[in-house]
């Protein structure tokens, strides 16, 4: 299953920029044959996944994580 969000990132870290951008990625949300659970990934920016109980938390999961890799790389 494909989906997108959109998001807004205010303020950046210390010594980042300040502002807002939008970001659009394509997640990929697969469940878990052996966990019973869902992993979220994208294409987009290989290396950044997450997990949940439900499709949602995966979701939301990897909302969290693609933010830490964004302002983590960007230094």
Same mark, same amino acid.
């Given at each position: $299953?494909?989906?997108?969000?959109?998001?807004?990132?205010? #303020?950046? =870290?210390?010594?980042?920029?300040?502002?807002?951008?939008?970001?659009?990625?394509?997640?990929?949300?697969?469940?878990? #044959?052996?966990?019973?659970?869902?992993?979220?990934?994208? =294409?987009?920016? #290989?290396?950044?996944?997450?997990?949940?109980?439900? $499709?949602?938390?995966?979701?939301?999961?990897?909302?969290?994580?693609?933010?830490?890799?964004?302002?983590?790389?960007?230094?």
């Amino acid at each position: $299953m494909a989906l997108r969000f959109e998001e807004f990132l205010s #303020p950046l =870290p210390k010594g980042g920029l300040e502002g807002e951008i939008k970001v659009g990625i394509r997640v990929q949300v697969h469940e878990d #044959p052996d966990d019973g659970g869902y992993y979220a990934v994208t =294409p987009d920016v #290989p290396g950044c996944a997450s997990r949940g109980a439900t $499709m949602e938390e995966a979701v939301d999961n990897f909302k969290e994580a693609i933010r830490y890799f964004l302002i983590e790389n960007a230094h």
